[in-house]
């Protein structure tokens, strides 16, 4: 078994870089805190013998050499960035338990036959830059490195500038890391482990997603001089598209949800009519012919509230689709078997979040382990998971890379 | 009549104080573009033969004496701060009016009964801090001076601070100008006089406002695994509030209008439900009867949308209310009497936005002078009207204070 007790030990010290009043971190991808949090990862990794490297949008690399150099490494890990007001778990258990998986084995003394290979991927969050899980998507090819580099946050920084200004361009071209397998390790982020009593979720499926940027223009103008018949509104028909989605989701559940997240207008005042304003929006179900669903309603509901709003347009764009996951069947049953073999309860599982397991399975034989979170709580500060349970969930993703990589 | 040329010429001359790449001006009250424009009117007072003085909330007014000390001066004059995206004319026309007025009669050596005073009221247009025509609110006792010291942008600077920077901390103690009557030329900010083709509005009431801030409290969690029912999402109960105010103000139309002009959410991010948003609102009426209706209806629509939306509270509290303005007979008379005078087509009016003229004539005979501007349009950089217009109305200002002041 892990080091139960040194795994909880780290995930209370990075904590710290980016800890919010209330028991959170803010840790956004790429920024001061985690250049910190990440020459931290370097300096564990490297202390517990692995060679590290970094590609060109700051995916970093632990690698722990086995005995058959002619197979590609076993892969572990997650992400260290956070939500703006985010948890000390979401992605941070996951890359800390290989961590830990790495310094378990150098303890016993045990050489693997695979390589192993420790991964913490650039930007999975998603919410300073678009896409989520961005680095594995580039990884895996989905985008171009110049379209990642060129994406910017809310104040106009790019990809390129803020990977530079904490030094984390690497040599390594992104996409060149071999991989044989994946194995994510994760909290649920949702309350069915919880509920139904499981230490064990062994994921086969991920929800499909598509984000959207939407762009509302009205015209401002007086709000004590406008008659209502008159105005056009850029806010009032933001709050008919925001309820569209909620009911757009409804309709659809349980498999389906909707959220707009942000909305931003241009030239606020108490007195002016809004003319302007920018939001965000997504969908989700792990079934594609519901995503697919979701998105036909959305379209058709913007374009019939735009045309109930004389002179006011909507503009919408498709900034990512991701159809639903499917994990690979031997990694699934690699899963199943540790938690049995340690004797934890289980369940299969379809996973409510994205993750950069999903990007990696369009290329190599990917599963996830999850484990729970208290309430089913996560992109919150109060997000809480378990020592036992994070402990849990360390010795299921070692026992399944074991199996994988072979002894 | 007044020097249409030289008038026309001051509004472009400080139209550069803030300009917009549109054509229109942002200069938020006691910023440096605000300071540059009061020391620019304070310096063509003082050339013009003006004392001038500048009480405790940077309220200033220029006297030009008069044949009789024993008489109060015949106030005259409007605001020279604007909205964020404003226009030339809001509030910079009845003040640069103003002072072509005297520029007039010191051309025409002519010497009034009473004394004159141009005023220039400190933020008129209450986006930057609240309320709207605060100046004159504390001069005529409605708030404290202290209070209003206090209140803060959205930057957390307060009225003091701001006052302070821009070195407009006056001597004179706030509302110790004595006044006999108030006349106050604007443009019409709606379309009215347009329509009608008509020169001069002679304004004889002005609506009642009611000023809201409003905070929701939701709970933030992730927007990929968290089903429809358990979410408490702040955002969407903001839209049905935005949807409740409109429809309320419509119920009550056409003497009826309700606006949110800002919203934000604390922490935003695409994939997180919104936990906690902030938000503006107003509603206007020229009936004292409807503006309680509105504020009755307003509650019960904020009471049941919070019902319906279980673990989510509103808070709403009202920040300002003025009950709807009723000018002075014997002023309004005087303004209608120039304007047939001069032979300019004009009509009776109510106003849409609020002005300063309100809150004075709660202590002195006072009425007001619109004249049209395009599309009725204001609050926007695209606020236009014509030289003629403006010059009408300044004729008016003339003939109406010569007629208060007496010659
Ligand atoms: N695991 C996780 O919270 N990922 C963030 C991307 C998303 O699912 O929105
Ligand atoms: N005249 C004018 O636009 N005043 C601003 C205050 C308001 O009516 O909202």
Not at 97 to 119: K, Q, S
Request: glycine letters at 10%.
């Amino acid at each position: 078994p892990v080091n139960s007790d040194r795994l909880w030990g780290t995930i209370l010290e990075t904590a710290a870089f980016g800890a919010t009043p209330k028991g959170g971190v803010r840790r956004l991808t790429l920024s001061q805190e985690d250049r910190k949090v990440r020459d931290w990862f370097k300096a564990a990794c490297e202390a517990a013998g692995c060679t590290v490297t970094v590609d060109a949008l700051g995916n970093m690399f632990a690698l722990r050499p086995g005995r058959d150099p002619s197979r590609a490494p076993i892969g572990l890990g997650s992400h260290l960035d956070t939500q703006p007001t985010g948890g000390k778990f979401d992605g941070i258990l996951g890359t800390l338990a290989a961590l830990e998986v790495v310094r378990t084995l150098n303890d016993a003394g045990i050489e693997t036959e695979a390589p192993l290979c420790v991964a913490n991927w650039t930007n999975e969050e998603g919410s300073r830059f678009a896409p989520a899980m961005m680095g594995s998507a580039a990884f895996v090819g989905d985008f171009t490195v110049e379209n990642i580099l060129g994406r910017k946050d809310a104040e106009g920084v790019t990809v390129k500038e803020a990977l530079e200004a904490i030094g984390y361009v690497g040599a390594a071209p992104v996409g060149s890391q071999p991989f044989e397998a994946f194995v994510e390790l994760h909290i649920e982020q949702g309350p069915i482990l919880e509920a139904e009593n499981k230490t064990i979720g062994v994921v086969e499926h991920g929800q499909g997603i598509v984000w959207y940027d939407g762009h509302i223009t009205g015209f401002e103008s007086h709000a004590g001089s406008t008659p209502m018949p008159l105005r056009r509104d850029a806010l009032a028909t933001f709050s008919q598209i925001v309820l569209a989605v909620e009911a757009i989701a409804r309709k659809h559940g349980p498999d389906a949800v909707g959220t707009v997240g942000e909305v931003t207008i241009a030239n606020p005042s108490r007195n002016v009519i809004p003319g302007e304003v920018n939001f965000t929006c997504e969908f989700r179900s792990p079934h594609a012919e519901i995503l697919k669903a979701l998105e036909a309603d959305f379209a058709a509901a913007v374009t019939e509230i735009a045309a109930g709003r004389k002179g006011v347009t909507v503009e919408i764009e498709q900034v990512w689709r991701k159809d639903p996951t499917h994990f690979d069947p031997k990694v699934i049953g690699a899963i199943r078997e540790a938690a049995e073999g340690l004797g934890y309860s289980n369940r299969p599982m379809v996973s409510g979040a994205g993750h950069d397991a999903f990007n990696l399975a369009t290329r190599m034989p990917v599963a996830m382990i999850f484990v729970s979170c208290k309430d089913g709580l996560s992109h919150n500060e109060l997000e809480d998971a378990t020592q036992a349970d994070c402990t849990a969930g360390a010795n299921v993703l070692l026992h399944t890379v074991l199996s994988l990589a072979g002894v």
